[in-house]
T-cell receptor
């Protein structure tokens, strides 16, 4: 069983569209995250979320919004996609120990 | 800004040799460090971790060393194999002021290439 799974693996869309990436974890973790990896492989946190609070990296545009229907899911919704949003997006989850487990990534290409 | 960095962006080693990947961090409050391996087209995969009350931890063919005095972390891979070829990231994990809020801060990554 995949611990952290995200869909789709690849997403190609036009500028201005709205899209969502789904993430699910079956580890029973309380905290989930979204990371963005740019073309230089740099991983930058976008959001961390548990059942108590959402922490937003202040550099993330408000076009990006996480949505959590329950503790096992944290979806990423993006409005009005821009060319610069093209990247690989990773979902992750962790327990209180801090060890994070990552999904396989979603490669978003905005054309 | 970034608080975790790497000295070497690329590293090529001969199969069978030992590899050492270095990392510098700047947040003295960080109490937990993790090394991740990322293969092409995959997500970061946990390799080994270490808490700040330790200076060395060993796993299978891997050893992590922590020097808090100079804020330095290293990953040693013994008898490097072709399957070790990947990008390696160090990450620090500090508990935020608000309880339960962990965030991993990643370094830039080192690409390890193993020469057969």
């Amino acid at each position: 069983d995949t611990a952290v799974s995200q869909t789709p693996k690849y997403l190609v869309t036009q500028m201005g569209n709205d899209k969502s990436i789904k993430c699910e974890q079956n580890l029973g973790h309380d905290t989930m995250y979204w990371y963005k990896q740019d073309s230089k492989k740099f991983l930058k946190i976008m959001f961390s979320y548990n059942n108590k609070e959402l922490i937003i990296n202040e550099t993330v545009p408000n076009r990006f919004s996480p949505k959590s229907p329950d503790k096992a899911h944290l979806n990423l919704h993006i409005n009005s996609l821009e060319l610069g949003d093209s990247a690989v997006y990773f979902c992750a989850s962790s327990s209180r120990t801090g060890k994070a487990f990552f999904g396989q990534g979603t490669r978003l290409t905005v054309v | 800004g970034e608080s975790v960095g790497l000295h070497l962006p690329t590293l090529s080693v001969q199969e069978g040799d030992n590899s050492i990947i270095n990392c510098a961090y700047s947040n003295s409050a960080s109490d937990y460090f993790i090394w991740y391996k990322q293969e092409s087209g995959k997500g970061p995969q946990f390799i080994i971790d270490i808490r700040s009350n330790m200076d060395k931890r060993q796993g299978q063919r891997v050893t992590v060393l922590l020097n808090k005095t100079v804020k330095h972390l290293s990953l040693q891979i013994a008898a490097t194999q072709p399957g070790d070829s990947a990008v390696y990231f160090c990450a620090e994990n500090s508990v935020k002021e608000r309880a339960g809020s962990y965030q991993l801060t990643f370094g830039k990554g080192t690409k390890l290439s193993v020469i057969p």
